[in-house]
């Protein structure tokens, strides 16, 4: 059984560029989530899917940001216009459930540098 | 609004020596779930353990013990007999219910970062 994974593992931008993350679920998960973590601190929750549904939004997910999970299995984060506020590692977790929510487990995170 | 505290930013210990980590949490929600993750140098957030806050019971795996007290809104975490490999920043981490909109979401700590000396 393989982990959840991300790609890319590290990205550099220029400001003002697109960028677009994808992470791939652990396979039975019906529930993906998106968090982003900077330098000291703890995951901020940013969005979350169960299946191909977007039920939920941080405030934290300005408009520039964009989720979408299109066939309920791999997700994708596109950030529009960079900026150098965005460099941080981005986290998938995915998790099996309906009801009370069971423990997430992560990916390796997509670390993005904003220049 | 939920929110979690773990007021110790560093900790280091030598090795073979006991270290607990404390996490404070605040939920005005009735049922709600604890967390911990470790984030080894690595990066990769690994789950440890996952509590309702129906259950007090203390629990114990290994080396590692947690001790939740409702009372005082805390969730601690206990290594025993630490070893080098336990360095890591180890996250406590809450979710609520569906009816306050907190249910599907974790609410991190800003970590604790445990260092084990040979």
């Known amino acids: 059984d393989t982990g959840v994974s991300q790609d890319p593992r590290h990205k550099i931008t220029k400001r003002g560029q697109n960028v677009t993350f994808r992470c791939d679920p652990i396979?039975?998960?019906?529930?993906l989530y998106w968090y982003r973590q900077t330098l000291g601190q703890g995951p901020e929750f940013l969005t979350y899917f169960q299946n191909e549904a977007q039920l939920e939004k941080s405030r934290l997910l300005s408009d520039r940001f964009s989720a979408e999970r299109p066939k309920g299995s791999f997700s994708t984060l596109e950030i529009q216009r960079t900026e150098q506020g965005d460099s941080a590692m981005y986290l998938c977790?995915?998790?099996?459930?309906?009801?009370?929510?069971?423990?997430?487990?992560f990916g390796p995170g997509t670390r993005l540098t904003v220049t | 609004a939920q929110k979690v505290t773990q007021a110790q930013t560093e900790i280091s210990v030598v090795e073979k020596e006991d270290v607990t980590l404390d996490c404070v949490y605040e939920t005005r929600d009735t049922t709600y779930y604890l967390f911990w993750y470790k984030q080894p140098p690595s990066g990769e957030l690994v789950f440890l353990i996952r509590?309702?806050?129906?259950?007090?019971q203390n629990e114990i795996s290994g080396r590692y013990s947690w001790n939740f007290q409702k009372s005082t809104s805390s969730f601690n975490f206990t290594i025993t007999a630490s070893q080098v490999v336990d360095s890591a920043v180890y996250f406590c981490a809450l979710s609520g219910q569906i009816s306050s909109g907190s249910a599907r979401q974790l609410t991190f700590g800003s970590g604790t970062q445990l260092t084990v000396l040979p």
């Open positions: 509590r309702n806050s129906f259950d007090e």
């Open positions: 396979s039975e998960h019906n529930r």
């Open positions: 977790a995915s998790s099996l459930g309906i009801g009370a929510l069971n423990e997430q487990y």
